[in-house]
Nanobody
Framework: QVQLVESGGGLVQAGGSLRLSCAAS????????MGWFRQAPGKEREFVGI????????YYADSVKGRFTISRDNAKNTVYLQMNSLKPEDTAVYYC?????????????????WGQGTQVTVSS
């Protein structure tokens, strides 16, 4: 079992930045690829990006590519989502999630573990 806890959400103006963190405990963190998803009110959960076990590979949704960066620190059992040039349409609850394989990581159904989410609100 893996427990995931997100933090770092908040209110930011458009054009600003936030860094989300996701701390993992339980099973060996390096066993897992880590994804970020988001869900806005009335919308389905949306893939944001994924990072492989050692941070050597990342993949992003087109909507965030060039603005968001995922990184991880395996010594701290933590994955990060750096969000720059934020837009009002980035407003959502952001979730981190863990799965064993990297391929096919855009599918929310394929993840085994989820955090509780952290709210990000971008004002215009």
């Amino acid at each position: 079992q893996v427990q995931l806890v997100e933090s770092g959400g908040g209110l930011v103006q458009a054009g600003g930045s936030l860094r989300l963190s996701c701390a993992a405990s339980g099973r060996t963190f390096m066993d897992f690829c880590m994804g970020w998803f988001r869900q806005a009110p009335g919308k389905e959960r949306e893939f944001v990006g994924i990072i492989n076990w050692n941070g050597g590979s990342t993949y992003y949704a087109d909507s965030v590519k060039g603005r968001f960066t995922i990184s991880r620190d395996n010594a701290k059992n933590t994955v990060y989502l750096q969000m720059n040039s934020l837009k009002p349409e980035d407003t959502a609850v952001y979730y981190c999630a863990g799965r064993r394989s990297y391929t096919g990581g855009a599918s929310a159904e394929s993840y085994d573990y989820w955090g509780q989410g952290t709210q990000v609100t971008v004002s215009s």
